[in-house]
T-cell receptor
Framework: AQKVTQAQTEISVVEKEDVTLDCVYETRDTTYYLFWYKQPPSGELVFLIRRNSFDEQNEISGRYSWNFQKSTSSFNFTITASQVVDSAVYFCALITYYNQGGKLIFGQGTELSVKP | GAVVSQHPSWVICKSGTSVKIECRSLDFQATTMFWYRQFPKQSLMLMATSNEGSKATYEQGVEKDKFLINHASLTLSTLTVTSAHPEDSSFYIC????????????FGEGSWLTVV
């Protein structure tokens, strides 16, 4: 079975603090993709990153960075020097190669609140 | 610009009426589209897989007679909520992919349905 767990339901930080959002996944497939999406109050899903199971390199994009560790089945997301505009719900998601291409399994989401 | 367009963004309907939501892939043909539902403060849950030219595949617990899905062309899938009730009020969002690899997935903007 495939599953994505985001244990942190809500996180509140003060602007300029660093914050890490945790994501743990389960799958028996060896080929899969992991995603992070941002969902602002408007509801639209904003794509942040996709990582395939064969690429464990960490990635940095501006203030965002991702740490993928297959050994612990984790794909954590860190925001450095957080800003108020980062306030949103963040979802981690999984798709496996054999899973009807496009059928995403989402975690429960983490609501991030960045206060000025 | 949007690669997958969803319409309407907001809809209010009276209890007992039906409402149709459209999902269009603008730049590619999608033999498969996916419909998700999201209640407030909850994650996105897959409702059904829309298959062009054939019947949709519904997830367990989703009433196929209540949530009618039609995928008549390679660029359009529609979700019709029949005999809507207040408990159907939710955020509905579709996704589509140009292939089955899972490498690239596009989401529509989402549709907020309120049944009064």
């Amino acid at each position: 079975a495939q599953k994505v767990t985001q244990a942190q339901t809500e996180i509140s930080v003060v602007e300029k603090e660093d914050v890490t959002l945790d994501c743990v996944y389960e799958t028996r497939d060896t080929t899969y993709y992991l995603f992070w999406y941002k969902q602002p109050p408007s509801g639209e899903l904003v794509f942040l990153i996709r990582r395939n199971s064969f690429d464990e390199q960490n990635e940095i994009s501006g203030r965002y960075s991702w740490n993928f560790q297959k050994s612990t089945s984790s794909f954590n997301f860190t925001i450095t020097a957080s800003q108020v505009v980062d306030s949103a719900v963040y979802f981690c998601a999984l798709i496996t190669y054999y899973n009807q291409g496009g059928k995403l399994i989402f975690g429960q989401g983490t609501e991030l609140s960045v206060k000025p | 610009g949007a690669v997958v367009s969803q319409h309407p963004s907001w809809v209010i309907c009276k209890s007992g009426t039906s409402v149709k939501i459209e999902c269009r892939s603008l730049d590619f043909q999608a033999t498969t589209m996916f419909w998700y539902r999201q209640f407030p403060k909850q994650s996105l849950m897959l409702m059904a897989t829309s298959n062009e030219g054939s019947k949709a595949t519904y997830e367990q617990g989703v009433e196929k007679d209540k949530f009618l899905i039609n995928h008549a062309s390679l660029t359009l899938s529609t979700l019709t909520v029949t005999s809507a009730h207040p408990e159907d009020s939710s955020f509905y969002i579709c996704s589509a992919a140009p292939d089955r690899s899972g490498n690239t997935i596009y989401f529509g903007e989402g549709s907020w349905l309120t049944v009064v």
